[in-house]
């Protein structure tokens, strides 16, 4: 009996043993299946996760960049405006200037001056257009034997000397000049922005 038993017992550990065998291989492929799936996952997580926050990025960027652009395209327009604000003040000052100088026997002296350069250059006899502000100069200006005519138009000061015979048209106005200049007043001053 106790052959036997030993036989048994030798039989139930060999069994035992054999099971344990076939347990911790099971084991150590479900553990290596289980590995392999978890780094499947976290693979997938990490690809997912780095597009969405490459894609996050580009959306962050393209919007700073349009704000950025916006608020250059806000500021360089409040610039202009600024600019703008400030040639008129240059503008209305020299206006005042001008309507000060209207006023003194200079003024007659310089429009005499313009007259005799433009009816130098003409073959006939020009017709002479003023302001109807010039009025009083009337006689003075038709002594330099010119035809005198009177304009409601706002010409500021100046003359339009016209050759009719020739279609000739020489604008001596200062606003004309005014306008010209203001035209020119960044560059001729050398203003940039």
Do not use: H, W
């Amino acid at each position: 009996m106790i052959l036997e038993e030993t036989k048994l017992l030798n039989f139930e550990n060999l069994v035992i043993s054999e099971a344990k065998q076939k347990r911790d291989s099971v084991f150590v492929e479900l553990s290596a299946e289980k590995k392999q799936k978890l780094d499947e996952i976290i693979a997938e997580l990490e690809q997912n996760a780095g597009e969405k926050i490459l894609n996050e990025t580009f959306k962050i960027a393209r919007e700073k960049n349009r704000r950025i652009i916006k608020k250059q395209s806000e500021n360089k327009q409040e610039l202009l405006n600024e600019r703008e604000k400030l040639i008129d003040g240059v503008f209305a000052k020299v206006l005042s200037m001008l309507s000060d100088f209207m006023k003194t026997d200079e003024y007659v002296i310089n429009l005499t001056a313009i007259i005799q350069r433009g009816k130098a250059q003409l073959s006939t006899t020009p017709v002479v257009v003023l302001s109807e502000n010039d009025k009083k100069l009337e006689a003075s200006i038709t002594a330099l034997d010119v035809v005198v005519e009177f304009t409601p138009d706002n010409i500021i000061g100046g003359c339009i000397i016209i050759d009719k015979k020739n279609n000739i048209q020489i604008d001596e106005t200062y606003s004309s000049r005014l306008a010209m200049a203001r035209d020119t007043f960044l560059e001729t001053y050398n203003i940039k922005v």
